[in-house]
Antibody, heavy 124, light 105 residues
Framework: QVQLQESGPGLVKPSETLSLTCTVS????????WSWIRQPPGKGLEWIGY???????NYNPSLKSRVTISIDTSKNQFSLKLNSVTAADTAVYYC??????????????????WGQGTTVTVSS | SYDLTQPPSVSVSPGQTASITCSGD??????ACWYQQKPGQSPVLVIY???KRPSGIPERFSGSNSGNTATLTISGTQAMDEAVYYC????????FGGGTKLTVL
């Protein structure tokens, strides 16, 4: 079955850019939507955004100005960049596969497969 | 912005039924799903599209959604069900509830 694995630096300095990659194995990346979600220490989940194989993206309005999510179908990977980070961006970052259901008016998304998560600390 | 509200904690005795609520404006007009997260682990989807169970999720997990409230029900709760549960809905972007810690006493 499909598996996801996050990778990237565990420590990022304030004001710099956080960069993470999610590698998808056991299935093609070209069929689904793919999301990033984060969880600050001891807190709840926050959705960051998704990317589709076409390059279509959608972001959480609260992070939209600082986030870029991209996809590389040749490598079966998708990536997250979050710029101008502060200590508030310290969190476990998860990548996930999205499922989608469309009614006559709206499409709905949910995450059905998650990576194990990677901890990113923002500190000088 | 769209908000989902969950009670911070719910307690249940083993073998009894646990109900966890999730409230949001006209939530019943959207689809809700539920995730289970145990300490140090990634979230696991237990209910999607209001009341559907993914493969491998026990039948004791069920869901409903009407009006402004979605509910996750765990029948015959077991010790292994102790976890934090998050509801989720889509409102042009994914929104999570704050999470409910289920304690099996």
């Amino acid at each position: 079955q499909v598996q996801l694995q996050e990778s990237g630096p565990g420590l990022v300095k304030p004001s710099e850019t956080l960069s993470l990659t999610c590698t998808v194995s056991g299935g093609s990346i070209s069929t689904f939507y793919w999301s990033w979600i984060r969880q600050p220490p001891g807190k709840g989940l926050e959705w960051i955004g998704y990317v589709y194989h076409s390059g279509t993206t959608n972001y959480n309005p609260s992070l939209k100005s600082r986030v870029t999510i991209s996809i590389d179908t040749s490598k079966n990977q998708f990536s997250l960049k979050l710029n101008s980070v502060t200590a508030a961006d310290t969190a476990v970052y998860y990548c996930a596969r999205d499922q989608r259901f469309c009614s006559s008016t709206t499409c709905y998304f949910w995450e059905d497969v998650w990576g194990q998560g990677t901890t990113v600390t923002v500190s000088s | 912005s769209y908000d989902l509200t969950q009670p911070p904690s719910v307690s249940v005795s083993p073998g009894q039924t646990a109900s966890i609520t999730c409230s949001g404006d006209k939530l019943g007009n959207k689809y809700a799903c539920w995730y289970q997260q145990k300490p140090g682990q990634s979230p696991v989807l237990v209910i999607y599209q209001d009341n559907k169970r993914p493969s491998g999720i026990p039948e004791r997990f069920s869901g409903s959604n009407s009006g402004n409230t979605a509910t996750l029900t765990i029948s015959g709760t077991q010790a292994m069900d102790e976890a934090v549960y998050y509801c989720q809905a889509w409102d042009s972007y994914t929104v999570f509830g704050g999470g409910t810690k289920l304690t099996v006493l």
